[in-house]
């Protein structure tokens, strides 16, 4: 049998990721009118899950969708991916799309819209190339400025992703794993799937403003607590990341993945942090330990009989 590539869900309906598709002449399509959110799966178990739910939930009121079924069911839907898909370790995909216009045309009044809810599941992956998670990632600061909060709410988890996309090909054509980009102003944001974190002086600091903030990014706030170390946010300019003593990079796709050269100049000694591998470590010891986890396999039945066995 061949190996998996994914499951899909749209429209009551399960099939192979390559078989999935989506009208071209709805807004998220046309206009990238779509949020979403991506959950890890180890070991058989979501991360999280209620923190992603809540923060979907959110992107959705604020861009005005109501996905077309209630979160019971998004739980079960995203687990029977998984399960149909024979994943124990995947990232999940749930969006709410616009949905058409009223007759079906590119332009119209997106109060008269009928929203959708999709679902994937796919193979687990890491945001930089996985050995990076031992060896350092190499990342790079370009000209590539993130949109900024009054354009585009970045606390929204969506796909205006211009900026993003452009950045990427500015590190890979310097030959690094991902791009870290600048706010207008010229402080550190964020990279593409990734929020930056930098020690200094036995302190850990993450950008606060311009940014989405990630899951990931809040689990690394509990393991500093975990080992001593302060977190706090920070606005953070690129001299602070070429003068840390650490940095690292936080992620669903890849936990914690310490960060070893920036642009051409390697980090302190160009070697991963001794916390920066501590933190690694311990996020995925932590996880091994059932921490905020979720068993795929409790809401593989439906909502309905789940409701009824409760009673």
Not at 8 to 13: C, F, L
């Amino acid at each position: 049998m061949a190996e998996s590539k994914g499951v899909a869900y749209r429209k009551g309906e399960y099939m192979a990721l390559d078989e999935a598709r989506i009208d071209i002449v709805d807004p998220a399509v046309t206009k990238s009118d779509v949020v979403f959110d991506a959950i890890s799966v180890w070991d058989g178990n979501f991360f999280r899950l209620e923190d992603h739910l809540e923060r979907f939930r959110a992107s959705c009121e604020y861009v005005r969708m109501t996905p077309p079924c209630s979160e019971d069911e998004i739980r079960h839907i995203m687990a029977q991916c998984v399960e149909r898909a024979g994943f124990s370790e995947a990232v999940v995909f749930i969006l709410c799309t616009r949905g058409r216009y009223a007759g079906g045309v590119a332009f119209g009044d997106p109060r008269t819209c009928e929203n959708e809810f999709i679902a994937y599941a796919v193979p687990y992956y890491w945001v930089v190339p996985k050995e990076r998670a031992q060896t350092g990632t190499h990342l790079w600061i370009g000209e590539t400025r993130r949109a900024p909060d009054a354009a585009i709410n970045q606390r929204v988890k969506n796909f205006n992703r211009m900026d993003l996309t452009r950045a990427q090909f500015e590190a890979f054509d310097h030959g690094a794993d991902a791009p870290l980009l600048l706010s207008m102003d010229g402080y550190l944001t964020e990279g593409p799937g990734f929020n930056i974190w930098i020690i200094k002086d036995r302190k850990a600091f993450t950008p606060g403003e311009n940014l989405l903030e990630g899951i990931t990014r809040r689990a690394v706030f509990d393991l500093c607590g975990e080992i001593g170390l302060s977190a706090e946010t920070a606005n953070l300019k690129p001299e602070d990341l070429h003068r840390a003593d650490e940095a690292f990079i936080s992620s669903s796709a890849g936990g914690v993945i310490p960060v070893t050269r920036i642009n051409d100049r390697p980090i302190a000694n160009g070697a991963p942090g001794l916390t920066s591998c501590q933190l690694r470590d311990r996020y995925w010891e932590r996880r091994a330990e059932g921490w905020y986890a979720t068993p795929v396999a409790d809401w593989l039945a439906a909502p309905q009989a789940q409701a009824a066995s409760a009673e």
